[in-house]
Nanobody, 119 residues
Framework: QVQLVESGGGLVQAGGSLRLSCAASGRTLSNYVMGWFRQAPGKEREFVGNIGWSGGTPYYVDSVKGRFTISRDNAKNTLYLQMNSLKPEDAAVYFC????????????WGQGTQVTVSS
């Protein structure tokens, strides 16, 4: 089992920044891919980006490319999502998730953290 706990959400003005954290526990994550997702009210959950826990280049969807940065601290078992130049359309509940690298589907999820962006 992998436990994931997000934190760092809040209210920010458009153009501002937030850094989300996802603390992971329960299992060695070296064979896992860590992802960030978001879900706005009335919309489907959207994939934001991911990174291999053991390394590799992060991947981002076009809508956040150049504004969001995914990183991890292996020593702290923590995943981060640095969000800059936030837009009102970035407002959502943000989730971190984990899957084995050989799997396609994410099967471990955090509880989510709310990000609100005021215009």
């Amino acid at each position: 089992q992998v436990q994931l706990v997000e934190s760092g959400g809040g209210l920010v003005q458009a153009g501002g920044s937030l850094r989300l954290s996802c603390a992971a526990s329960g299992r060695t994550l070296s064979n896992y891919v860590m992802g960030w997702f978001r879900q706005a009210p009335g919309k489907e959950r959207e994939f934001v980006g991911n990174i291999g826990w053991s390394g590799g280049t992060p991947y981002y969807v076009d809508s956040v490319k150049g504004r969001f940065t995914i990183s991890r601290d292996n020593a702290k078992n923590t995943l981060y999502l640095q969000m800059n130049s936030l837009k009102p359309e970035d407002a959502a509940v943000y989730f971190c998730a984990a899957r084995l690298a050989i799997h396609r589907d994410y099967n471990y999820w955090g509880q989510g953290t709310q990000v609100t962006v005021s215009s």
